[in-house]
């Protein structure tokens, strides 16, 4: 067996029972989307491959916001198979550097493969797929879907971003819809700007339903 499909193994087996936006099909859908951006730049496709497939093999908000989990299991797994030295520490580069709430921190050292595993992370958090994780999330953490009375807030901080209480709703202002002016690849923002107006008319419709157009949601 080749070394990508015995790593896909090992992620579809560990990723069996987590959460539905979390989970093996997830990572398929970044790993198929990471595949489609690589083909317009000048990139390691291997390293990106290694990348998208174990990126979320441990995120952090699982594992009481531990992010030194991701990265030891990934650079486990890959010590089973023969991948050289300078393809793992560029794979574990990107998972340590993926994440939303690492870019408020993230080095800006040019990393093109890193640049395209997260657009194709970043793809997933919108459109249609992005609203169903979304909701998916929030119903796995038990937050509500909306409340009038809970105003969306806008986050400089990576500690902000993670102690806030909200709603999924909030999350598309807090986070999803500021996501396509974040795109490092052209075509990434392409793909982006399409599946956002998508999430827009979501929320419009959303609110014409309830019959609540708050103010606030409308300030961004
Ligand atoms: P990152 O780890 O890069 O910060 P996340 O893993 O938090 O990104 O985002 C993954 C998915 O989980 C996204 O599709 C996002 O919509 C969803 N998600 C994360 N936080 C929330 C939240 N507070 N409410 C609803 N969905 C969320
Ligand atoms: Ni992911």
Avoid: C
């Avoid at 896909?8 to 970044?30: F, I, P, Q």
């Avoid at 290694?50 to 890959?78: C, N, T, Y």
């Avoid at 493969?113 to 459109?127: F, P, R, S, T, Y």
Wanted: charged content about 25%; cysteine-free.
């Amino acid at each position: 067996m080749k070394i990508l499909e015995q790593v896909a193994r090992d992620v579809r087996n560990l990723l069996a029972g987590a959460e539905g936006g979390h989970d093996w099909w997830h990572t398929y859908r970044v790993w198929q989307n990471a595949l489609e951006l690589a083909k317009t730049e000048e990139v390691d496709v291997l390293t990106i491959e290694l990348a998208s497939l174990l990126h979320d093999v441990a995120d952090a908000k699982f594992h009481q916001g531990d992010e030194s989990k991701g990265p030891q299991l990934a650079g486990k797994i890959m010590d089973q198979y023969p991948i050289d030295d300078a393809t793992k520490s560029a794979v574990l580069e990107i998972i340590r550097n993926i994440s939303f709430k690492n870019s408020f921190d993230r080095e800006q050292r040019p990393n093109p493969e890193l640049n395209i595993v997260q657009d194709a992370d970043q793809l997933e958090a919108l459109g249609a797929i992005g609203i169903a994780r979304a909701f998916s999330y929030g119903g796995y953490i038990n937050q509500p879907i909306f409340d009038p009375e809970l105003p969306a807030k806008r986050f400089t901080s990576k500690k902000e971003y993670k102690n806030a209480r909200s709603t999924s709703i909030n999350h598309f202002y807090e986070k999803l819809l500021t996501l396509k002016d974040r795109m490092n690849t052209a075509r990434g923002r392409e793909l982006a700007e399409t599946r956002s107006q998508y999430m827009v008319s979501f929320l419009e419709q959303f609110y014409t339903e309830i019959g609540h157009v708050p103010g606030w949601h409308h300030s961004r």
